[in-house]
Each structure stands twice: as structure tokens, then as C-alpha cells.
């Protein structure tokens, strides 16, 4: 309900209305409702070793059901800390740099290269510090309007030692989405093909996502004759990484395909993690925990600590998570339902406490029970 703090929220997934709120975690708070309310035979939840021991007190008899979504993101997040003890690995992910082609001498100097913003620096800077010199403590309001230059302008060519700190610098273009994919781009522009929906529909089957208004603007230096962009390519951070790795093979793209056959090829680390995640993909998918003991061992004995402890947590908790594997039951309508509480909490300029927030969840659970079908209007 605040910043550092966590609430609980029960929702009847028949009905998918919630039921009731409270702030805190606690399993004796969760034993006690249970008691008070008895008849549930179903209760789906995270991993919470609170929660379960509140519905094994409360609820003996309701099936538990690990939700397979935070089970993943459990996973994943476990994966993120692989990614981060072998950051040193990370730029392995990285192409190889293309060859840098040496500037001239005359390019590198600044003094020496003689283009028109240079000359208009060097003509201001001279006008202002003439002034400046001449005319000691004038306001810059009073210079600006001789010169007649705004005022900011006069400040900086004032304040300056050199024209060349006038120069607005040139900073490096951030990477984009886009990047991957310049060089196809570039040859299928140099075997013919001009139009930017086409190029479009060329790179979204190589797995672009991005907007055809981005390659419509990225071409456009072609078509006057220039270069593309100069792509910037970095290493992955470490929950990229772990992006990649949680994704489904047929949703990669081809830039991270590649970029990630290279990282896996270079850390073992991540490759056996990989090849866990990929498993647990696989039961997941196939709704089949047959395999689930096996791949428990396999976590153990994977020589990452951060799986081990998962697969120890699991194993505390094996009938669950074998419930959220085999079966159809998710707390994905709960998430829904922490969502319009926290829109309660924002329509209230963030001051709503967990007493205020109770009593209108309940009430907008009472009114769409009484109204179903509709959305009737909460009273302030």
C-alpha cells in the first residue's frame, strides 16, 4: 500500500470480484479469514512461504495452486543474477567492431578544419569579448541588445576562454532497435529495392518489431545519396540477457539469435542456464510435470547457487507447483484487481490508507454484484 510495504488482496476467481484487503503478508491474518469463510476448495498464489502456511492452517482441505507467472518470473529473475555474476562475459553478446578508417589531421584539429559554424562562432566570440573588454561590468541585457544576440548567447560566448567552447558538441547516437538491422537494409536498397513499406515487411520476417514510420525515416539518407547511420553496438545488460533467455526461441529475433549463440558459446554458466529455462519451458507448455523431480536434480547439481536455492524453494512447496504446472488455475484476475487498487489509491492523490481502500473495494465489489454487466459509478 506504500513505498516498501506489501497488502493482500483475496478475489473470488468465480465471480472475479474481490473479497476483502489488508496490509501485510502475515499467515495468521490469511488463517483467520479462512476460518471465518469456510468452503473454499481452490486457492491459487505466489510462492510466499506466509501464504502457504496460512492456507495450510486456515483451509486444510482447498488445493494449492503455485501460479505458474510468478514461477517464471522467479525463474527469470534468477537468471538476471547468473547474467550479473558473469557480467564480464556479457560483451561477448557484442559483433566485433568494424575498422576505423583515421581522420585526416586537418578533420581531427579543430583549429584546422574550416567550416561556416566555426567562422560564425569565431565572428560572435570575437564581437562579444571586444565588447566585454572594452566595456567592463555592462550587463549582458545591454550587450545583447547592441549585438543584437539573445541574451543566453551573449552569456556563453562571454563567460568562454576559446570560440571552440561555443561549438554545440556533437554527441554519439543512442543504439536503437533499428541497428540490427542497417545492413540488410543497405543491400536490399543496393539491389533495388527503394520502398519503405517493402523494406519494412523485409525486416519484421527477420524479427524487427519496431514501427514502419522508423525505417521510413532511417532510409531517408539513401535516398539523397548519404550513408545510413553509423550503428553503436554495446554489450546486453544483464536483464536483457535474461529477456533473451526467458523468450521463446520463435520470438527471438535474428540479431538476438545471433548475439546470443555468441554469449552462450563463450559463458558455460549461461548455457546451462539456458538450457534449464528451456526445460522448464517445456513442462510449462506441455502442462507435464512428469519431468519436474528430474529437472529439480538437474538444478542442484547445475553448479549455479542461485538455482540451487530455487530448487530447494520448490521442493518445500512440490505439490503446488506441481498444481500450477498441470492445471489451467492462474492469479492472472488478481493482478487485474491490484490494479484498480492502486487506480483507487492514485484517484486519491496517493493519501488513501488501507482502512479508506477496504471499504471501497468492497463496495465496488457489492455494487457489480448488485449491477452485473455494468460499471456503476463509486461514490467519493
Not at 10 to 33: I, K
Not at 339 to 359: E, F, N, S, Y
Request: charged share 25%; net charge positive.
Amino acid at each position: 500500500m506504500y513505498a516498501g510495504t506489501y497488502g493482500t488482496l483475496l478475489v473470488d476467481a468465480d465471480t472475479r470480484l474481490p473479497l476483502t484487503l489488508w496490509e501485510g503478508r502475515d499467515a495468521e491474518t490469511l488463517s483467520t479469514w479462512l476460518g471465518e469463510h469456510p468452503g473454499v476448495e481452490i486457492v491459487c498464489r505466489d510462492g510466499s512461504p506466509s501464504y502457504r502456511q496460512g492456507i495450510s492452517a486456515g483451509a486444510p482441505d482447498a488445493l494449492q495452486v503455485s501460479d505458474r507467472f510468478h514461477l517464471w518470473q522467479g525463474l527469470s529473475s534468477r537468471v538476471q543474477e547468473i547474467a550479473t555474476a558473469h557480467r564480464g562475459c556479457l560483451p561477448a553478446a557484442a559483433p566485433d567492431p568494424e575498422p576505423v578508417i583515421p581522420e585526416p589531421a586537418e578533420v581531427r584539429d579543430p583549429q584546422a578544419a574550416d567550416t561556416p559554424t566555426r567562422r560564425h562562432a569565431k565572428r560572435l566570440f570575437e564581437a562579444v569579448q571586444a565588447v566585454t573588454d572594452t566595456a567592463r561590468g555592462r550587463s549582458y541585457h545591454s550587450i545583447a541588445r547592441e549585438l543584437g544576440l539573445n541574451r543566453r548567447t551573449v552569456r556563453n560566448y562571454a563567460r568562454a576562454t576559446t570560440w571552440q567552447e561555443c561549438i554545440r558538441r556533437r554527441y554519439p547516437r543512442r543504439p536503437t532497435p533499428l541497428d540490427p538491422y542497417l545492413g540488410y537494409l543497405r543491400q536490399l536498397w543496393d539491389e533495388g529495392e527503394h520502398n519503405a513499406l517493402v523494406l519494412h515487411q523485409e525486416i519484421a520476417a527477420k524479427g524487427y518489431r519496431g514501427h514502419y514510420q522508423q525505417v521510413k525515416l532511417a532510409v531517408q539518407p539513401l535516398r539523397r545519396g548519404l550513408p545510413l547511420a553509423e550503428v553503436h553496438e554495446r554489450a546486453p545488460s544483464p536483464r536483457e540477457v535474461a529477456r533473451w533467455i526467458a523468450a521463446a526461441p520463435g520470438r527471438r529475433g535474428l540479431h538476438v539469435l545471433e548475439r546470443l549463440s555468441c554469449l552462450l558459446d563463450h559463458c558455460p554458466e549461461l548455457q546451462r542456464a539456458h538450457t534449464l529455462v528451456r526445460e522448464f519451458a517445456t513442462m510449462l507448455d506441455a502442462q507435464d510435470a512428469a519431468l519436474l523431480p528430474a529437472w529439480l536434480d538437474r538444478l542442484t547439481t547445475s553448479g549455479l547457487p542461485t538455482l540451487a536455492s530455487m530448487a530447494k524453494s520448490i521442493r518445500e512447496d512440490e505439490a503446488a507447483v506441481v498444481q500450477g504446472i498441470t492445471t489451467s488455475f492462474s492469479s492472472g484476475v488478481n493482478e487485474g484487481r491490484i490494479t484498480d487498487v492502486k487506480l483507487q489509491k492514485r484517484i486519491m492523490a496517493g493519501r488513501a490508507g488501507v482502512p479508506l481502500l477496504r471499504q471501497r473495494v468492497v463496495l465496488i465489489a457489492h455494487l457489480r454484484r448488485r449491477y452485473p454487466g455494468s460499471n456503476p459509478p463509486v461514490p467519493p
